[in-house]
């Protein structure tokens, strides 16, 4: 199960009550981070998400509608008496900016925070239930997409034919993981005779910032829910491509080319202040778009 | 006429829906603002303060929750396209944070922004109408208080008078600064003679973070409001001591000692869910006190 919560659906510039770019990831054992734009904790106070819960931070990019609320959140964390570590994954030079605003106030965390460069696509973290992996997107400085994927799940153990095939029960979790059992006579029990499968394993890819961009598309490819920017209406594609962001209908295009399950668009423009045009003109394209509506939970 | 509106009255962890510190001052001509906690730009829209009011900027020290909303403002100035000059107040190594902020999003401001490291006691701005100076206050890093005064008021020209003295329409401006008038035959009229003395000057002083410190009352002596922090109540005094912060009490003492004709108190720790209790202590030791709220405007 993944459970994804907007906190800030807005670009650049707060209005209209909207806020800068944030999302928590929720796994049945993780809590994730996902930009930290400015009033992240109070928006994380707001929807009741526990700050102590958060293991990993992932920070796309540094404009700083995407990070200017982190060192604040870390700040309180550690006020608030934080021991379990913390993994914060972000572009190098945040380290140098995080490390003099502790300096110049003569910050001693409470908890052992540990910064990773993003520096090459692939592998960031490598959880129990789930994978964290990072690709480029293409905005007008450095900028990462992540791909949250879970682990193959479990399968599901039919205890009437275990019992049948007098299957010991300390041989249950290598069931589970899909072996073969072998009786003492020799004879192989196929795992599928005795198990089911478990649900399938569940995606989910963030794309922001990003101007209209197909290397997207392979990286995308067929996940559960796809968050990509879609800062401007059709109307205005020159000013999105002057600004490297995406129109409602590139986000929608990059849904339906990578066959995703379905589509979550945000990052808005304070330009607009409704945002009815803007699952209007994505579904003309792909179908199964929703808004990213502060304070919603989308069940993955 | 001076005019204060409070946008944060917490302390460094934001708590019960209360921010952390930001002021608002007006006169008829300028808006300044003082700190500039996380969340800033956001409670100004809320209150209906226009970001391009601002003409200064004053920060007292470089803990987050005093500074962490600034870099976030001065982007979205430049990002509304602001002209107007802005000039920030501050120790000199949030200079440099700064600039890194802007370095790494490759920002370019639309507007001049022009730092002044805080270096020493004394002047910092000239305005038409007011000055405002820095004094050094107490905290566990370098903080400053800052000093807003009214200068002294034109004087009123009383019609009657001047027009049964003969005084010309041309020397108006130097009766309202106070001169005599000599006419032809060398008679004196003295400036009181036609003239009524204005409103007097107002004044208004600002100490946070800092611990209880007796240099505090010779710096806010006889000010017509002064807002000094009182992060705990006074059973907390052991810890207020500790973290270099004040309780009501000793504001209500340092408000009384300098005979101040108002006190506002503020950066309330998270501790404390209400704040009955803040203005209950502080009132039994200086009366004329009230509870920095948050959006309410205080009229000086």
Not at 76 to 96: C, F, N
Request: hydrophobic share 40%.
């Amino acid at each position: 199960m993944l459970a994804l919560t907007i906190l800030g659906n807005n670009s650049a510039v707060p209005a209209f009550g909207r806020n800068p770019t944030a999302q928590i990831l929720q796994t049945l054992e993780e809590s994730y981070l996902i930009d930290c734009g400015e009033g992240t904790q109070m928006q994380m106070a707001r929807y009741k998400i526990r700050r102590s819960k958060i293991s990993r931070i992932f920070i796309s990019h540094l404009h700083g509608d995407h990070y200017f609320g982190l060192t604040g959140l870390l700040t309180s964390m550690s006020l608030l008496g934080r021991t379990q570590e913390l993994h914060v994954y972000a572009p190098k030079e945040l380290e140098e900016i995080i490390s003099k605003q502790f300096e110049v106030a003569a910050a001693k965390l409470s908890y052992n925070l540990i910064f990773h460069a993003i520096t090459t696509e692939g592998l960031l973290a490598d959880d129990k239930t789930i994978t964290v992996s990072a690709f480029k997107v293409k905005h007008r400085i450095e900028c990462w997409g992540f791909l949250f994927k879970e682990k193959k799940k479990l399968r599901n153990i039919d205890i009437e034919r275990v019992k049948a095939y007098e299957i010991p029960s300390s041989f249950y979790s290598k069931l589970q993981q899909g072996e073969d059992y072998i009786n003492k006579k020799g004879t192989i029990i196929p795992n599928e005779e005795v198990t089911h499968s478990g649900v399938a394993p569940k995606s989910y890819a963030y794309c922001a910032d990003t101007v209209y961009y197909e290397s997207n598309i392979d990286n995308v490819k067929g996940v559960d829910l796809l968050y990509h920017e879609a800062t401007y209406l059709q109307a205005h594609t020159e000013r999105a491509i002057a600004h490297f962001h995406s129109t409602t209908v590139q986000a929608a295009t990059i849904a339906q080319k990578a066959e995703v399950k379905k589509l979550l668009i945000g990052h808005f423009s304070s330009k607009y202040e409704t945002l009815d045009e803007f699952v209007k003109e994505a579904s003309a394209v792909f179908t199964n778009t929703e808004l990213a509506i502060e304070g919603m939970c989308y069940k993955i």
